[in-house]
C-alpha cells in the first residue's frame, strides 16, 4: 500500500510561483512513473505533467507547458511541481499519482492506480 500526501498549496496572485511536494510512505515511488492532475470547480479532473521513474522523460498538460516543471527525488520519495507564472485558471486541487508501470509518462487517470488527497491551490487575478 503506498500513501501519496501533497503539499505546498495555497493562494497566490497572478504571475507568482508555487512549488508542490508529494510524498510517498508505506513503499517507494521507485520504479513508477508519477503525475500530477488537477480539477477546478465544475470541471473535470486534467493532466498536468507526468514524469518516469528514471525522470529522464517527462510530459506537460498544454495549458502548463512552459511554465511548470515536474521533478522527483527517489532517494526521498518525493515528487515536485515547481508552478510559475501562475494564472487564475490555474486554480483547483492538485493530485499527484503513482503510475501502474515504471516506463515512460501518462495522461491518462486509468493508467494511475494510488492517489493522494490533493492540495488546494487559488490564484487570485
Known amino acids: 500500500q503506498v500513501q501519496l500526501v501533497e503539499s505546498g498549496g495555497g493562494l497566490a496572485q497572478a504571475g507568482d510561483s508555487l512549488r508542490l511536494s508529494c510524498a510517498a510512505s508505506?513503499?517507494?515511488?521507485?520504479?513508477?512513473?508519477m503525475g500530477w492532475f488537477r480539477q477546478a470547480p465544475g470541471k473535470e479532473r486534467e493532466f498536468v505533467a507526468g514524469?518516469?521513474?528514471?525522470?529522464?522523460?517527462?510530459d506537460y498538460g498544454a495549458s502548463v507547458k512552459g511554465r511548470f516543471t515536474i521533478s522527483r527525488d527517489n532517494a526521498k520519495n518525493t515528487v515536485s511541481l515547481q508552478m510559475n507564472s501562475l494564472k487564475p485558471e490555474d486554480t483547483a486541487v492538485y493530485y499527484c499519482?503513482?503510475?501502474?508501470?515504471?516506463?515512460?509518462?501518462?495522461?491518462?487517470?486509468?493508467?494511475?492506480?494510488?492517489w493522494g488527497q490533493g492540495t488546494q491551490v487559488t490564484v487570485s487575478s
Open positions: 514524469i518516469s521513474w528514471t525522470g529522464d522523460s517527462t
Open positions: 499519482a503513482r503510475k501502474k508501470t515504471a516506463w515512460g509518462t501518462a495522461r491518462y487517470e486509468s493508467e494511475y492506480d494510488y
Open positions: 508505506g513503499r517507494t515511488l521507485s520504479p513508477y512513473g
